[in-house]
């Protein structure tokens, strides 16, 4: 089989709020911004790369979802334990500075880790986790 990943999904709570973040601050690319208001799906992706998408969401916007998950997905996200995703870079501490002098929320600095890789981490405007490690 020959199989890429296309898109990811997070969720977002303010879609002005995550478009900032993900265009301004980490510098994607927007590729589509549909829907209005508070519910919108807006997609990004790194500059170079139009096979790789992230899909912002609002969140549980499935009418599947009943009030008490919903509840839930929204308190998940105000602690920041429903979303995450993993990005890398070349320069880790130059990716790191700039992100922290762009107001992101650091929830830790680059670390050497214990299994082998260096990576930082912030939070989105929606509390989503942003891990970024380092190539090598």
């Not at 590729?31 to 992230?54: A, F």
């Not at 979303?83 to 050497?112: H, M, N, R, S, Y």
């Not at 082998?116 to 490690?133: E, H, K, M, T, Y």
Request: hydrophobic share 35%; with cysteine; charged share 25%.
């Amino acid at each position: 089989m020959d199989i890429t990943i296309h898109t990811s999904f997070l969720p977002h709570d303010d879609p002005d709020a995550a478009l900032t973040f993900y265009r301004d601050t980490l510098g994607f690319e927007v590729r589509s911004d549909v829907g209005h208001g508070q519910s919108r799906w807006i997609t990004v992706g790194p500059v170079g790369q139009p096979g790789t998408s992230i899909l912002l969401a609002p969140p549980a916007a499935d009418p599947g979802i009943t009030e008490d998950e919903r509840r839930t997905i929204m308190e998940m996200m105000a602690k920041g334990t429903y979303g995450w995703i993993l990005l890398a870079t070349p320069d880790l501490d130059d990716t790191f500075e700039k992100l922290q002098a762009g107001d992101a929320e650091v929830v830790q600095e680059p670390t050497e880790q214990p299994y082998g890789v260096r990576d930082c981490a912030f939070r989105d405007p929606a509390g989503n986790l942003v891990r970024i490690q380092e190539l090598r």
